[in-house]
């Protein structure tokens, strides 16, 4: 009987993205499988993934990742382990540790993550933290998972709720603004087409030249001449406490997951 290197419980978009990432890493299709009982999902993924299984039931496995919706966890846990996996990476929202070590069991090592909807482009960011078994080998395993769609930073379980109220909810907030600078871009006279493009490609490039130089408020000090026009532009954002607004808005999500996760 074939065991799988991972199975991946779940075949929504997270899940898939995270097959995806693995697979342009250097895994062979053949160290996956994919769990999905929505048989018109399951159709999708076969073609999406030539190669790896795709199957309605977990297999027998090493490892698994938990890419459900949270009220499924604690069965695709136990499913997971009964199928042999030793380590299981969890990416279910608000699931504690505590209750995915209780659905696995004792002899199996659990992971969380938080991710963000970037991930789907290669570009997420994610945060781990490991159940009380977890080693460094452990965590550099769900490291090596995760790290195939973006970045991955290691906290203690207490701090997923401020990585979900920033990287996760946080895409949000960026959306949010760039819908308003595309308005605004149709407000001053620009077509709707010409603001998109050049919004997004503000967003792109400004995104990338902080990745690159670091440093957002240098960055900001560069672009902003005496007198200028950002300077006027940023003198009304923070009338309107626009800095203010951001900061409220990562501690709303923040506390928002606390709530959850004691549900």
Known sequence: MTSYRLAVVGGGNMGAALVGGLLQAGWAPGDL??????????????EMFPGVAITDATPACSAALIAVKPYDVPTACAAAAAAGASRLLSIAAGIPLAALQAAAGPNVVV??????????????????????TAGADDLAWAEEILGSVGLVVRVPEHQLDAVTGLAGSGPA??????????DAGVLAGL????????TTQLLVGSAALLKERGDPARLRAQVTSPGGTTAAGLRVLEEHAVRSALLEAVMAATRRSVELGSH
């Open 33 to 46: 499988a994919v769990v999905e009982v929505l048989p018109a999902r399951a159709a999708q993924l076969r």
């Open 173 to 182: 907030y960026v959306f949010l603004i760039a819908e308003a600078l595309m």
């Open 191 to 198: 077509s709707r087409a010409d603001s998109e493009a050049l």
């Open 111 to 132: 992971v969380r993550s938080m991710p963000n909807t970037p991930a789907l482009v290669g570009e997420g960011a994610a945060a781990i933290a490991g159940g009380a």
